[in-house]
């Protein structure tokens, strides 16, 4: 279901107390009833945000494709969804660069966890040499050529996508309202084409990359976008806050 969504990587940030203190101040952040705000918190916290009393949804940042097994420091989406964990994102840049994931383990990523009902929130995104190039939408509809051709409909409803130009993820820069709506407006777009516009609409897509405060009005205002992936300003519980309260 398309719905305004406000989703927090904490990425790999945050000790104990330092996490707890910002998740009790997100508990208390009074967001508008039509927004969902989802956290993803560093794993080793899943379990014990999990049983707060919490009105935000939980998300992993990372999944491993295997069911279970010999699989030294990895976490599957049985477990996630025995935490009652409802996302996962996959296909973050800094995986697919530092990580060496490709498209083929993250789409086997995607599988799982749609096999154990953990939404993935799918990124996508390209290198600013791509876009400088003119590739850019070449390069996203490359990342999104699995979801689209091997996905059935009903399993493509389950995915949240996440487009964050890579050269906008914590540099302070971000894409236009309207180059990040361009490219929204693709990525919807090829999701009628493959399948039909309704379920096309029905899609939320979120905008990543240096999203502030500052500048969430003017993305979420464009009609293709429906929130946002916020990694450094989902650490502060007042920026948070203003973001998620950025839709008009
Ligand atoms: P920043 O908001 O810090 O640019 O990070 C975006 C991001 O990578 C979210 O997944």
């Given amino acids: 279901m398309r719905r305004n969504i406000v989703a927090g990587n904490w990425k790999m940030n945050l000790n104990h107390p330092d996490s ?12 508008n009833s039509d927004v969902e705000l989802i956290v993803a918190p560093p794993s080793v916290y899943l379990s014990t945000f999990n049983e707060i009393q919490h ?4 998300s992993a940042q990372n999944v491993h494709f295997e069911e279970n097994g010999a699989f030294t420091g990895e976490v599957s989406a049985e477990m996630l969804s025995s935490l009652n964990v409802n996302y996962a994102i996959i296909g973050h840049s800094e995986r697919r660069s530092m990580f060496h994931e490709t498209d083929d ?7 799982s966890l749609l096999k154990h009902d953990v939404s993935p929130i ?22 999104l050529n699995h979801l689209l051709t091997h996905l059935k409909e009903d399993q493509i409803r389950n995915i949240i996508i996440a487009y964050e130009p890579v050269w906008a993820i914590g540099t302070g820069l971000t894409a236009s309202p309207e180059d990040a709506q361009n490219m929204h407006k693709h990525i919807r777009d090829s999701i009628a084409n493959q399948f039909s516009l309704k379920t096309a609409e029905n899609i939320s897509i979120l905008y990543g990359g240096s999203c502030k405060p500052d500048n969430a009005k003017d993305i979420f205002s464009q009609e293709d976008i429906d929130g946002g992936l916020i990694g450094g300003a989902s650490l502060d519980s007042k920026s948070f806050l203003s973001i998620a309260n950025s839709f008009s």
């Fill in 122 to 143: 799918f990124c996508c995104g390209e290198l600013q040499q791509e876009r400088e190039e003119g590739r850019a939408f070449d390069v996203v509809s490359k990342q």
């Fill in 55 to 58: 009105h935000f949804s939980l």
């Fill in 105 to 111: 383990i993250i789409f086997k990523k995607v599988k």
């Fill in 20 to 31: 707890s203190r910002l998740i009790n101040e997100i508990n208390k952040i009074d967001v």
